[in-house]
């Protein structure tokens, strides 16, 4: 079931990525997850980093809330097939 992402999370992950970040909230879901949101960064941005910042966010509210949410962050170039619902890109 696709459930809208709470304003309240799509803030928090917000106010922790770079200025030039996009937060997209996704239409689709891998598994059971209750939200699914892409981050898209610049090529140079160290997406290890933020990741993992960004789990210990989801995480947290996913305990408080009760919810299983998923949250990637992406490179820019990556957008086209994540946005489109693909999880395969070109090889």
Known sequence: MN??????LLAQIIAMVPPDAEVV????????EDYNIAVFVGEATERAVLQDSLYDLIFSYDDIH?????????PDSERPYIVAGSKAAPS
């Open 3 to 8: 459930k809208r992402v709470p304003e309240k």
């Open 25 to 32: 909230p996704l239409d689709f879901h891998y598994e059971d």
């Open 66 to 74: 009760g919810t299983n949410s998923l949250c990637y962050v992406w």
